[in-house]
């Protein structure tokens, strides 16, 4: 089983939050909750990652439903490991991991996806970083009426 880092249930914690803020600034959405007990104990025991199979259903239920809304796969279209790289240019993925992620599940899929961006060597964060960003949303430009 594998681990979940402590910062993919701090952005999880963040998604519920502006999902569903408190209405009084004390209330927790259930989620918000669930993620926020889980993070504690890690905070008490010092720890970076938690097992999933050691969480409570409604924090796993929290977390799987955050990481439903990230972005399945790093890569970006350019795949150097089809042309015999054991390292992806792309994306900074192994052959292994490319190989694999289909069957992998969303905990190791986030470990993957951590190392990377700490790694920072993948061309998704430099050379082509503008095709993983997101799009700007264009307001159209209404005139005001004429008096």
Same mark, same amino acid.
């Given at each position: ?12 914690? *963040? ?35 938690? =097992? ?6 409604? +924090?796993?239920? +929290? ?39 289909? +069957? ?21 964060? *430099? ?8 799009? =700007? ?11």
């Amino acid at each position: 089983m594998a681990a979940i880092h402590i910062t993919d249930i701090e952005a999880a914690i *963040n998604h519920w939050r502006s999902r569903a803020p408190s209405p009084d600034g004390i209330t927790l959405a259930p989620e918000v909750r669930a993620l926020a007990e889980v993070y504690a104990l890690m905070v008490y025991r010092h720890q970076d990652e938690a =097992a999933e199979d050691r969480w409570p259903p409604q +924090a796993l239920a +929290a977390w799987r439903a955050w990481y439903d809304t990230t972005p399945d796969t790093p890569c970006i279209a350019i795949c150097s490991t089809s042309q015999g790289d054991d390292l992806c240019k792309g994306c900074g993925r192994t052959v292994d991991e490319v190989r694999c992620w289909p +069957a992998m599940a969303p905990a190791q899929k986030r470990m993957v996806w951590r190392r990377i961006t700490l790694e920072h060597k993948a061309w998704r964060f *430099n050379r082509y970083a503008e095709r993983v960003a997101p799009q =700007a949303s264009v307001e159209p430009v209404v005139s005001p009426p004429s008096a």
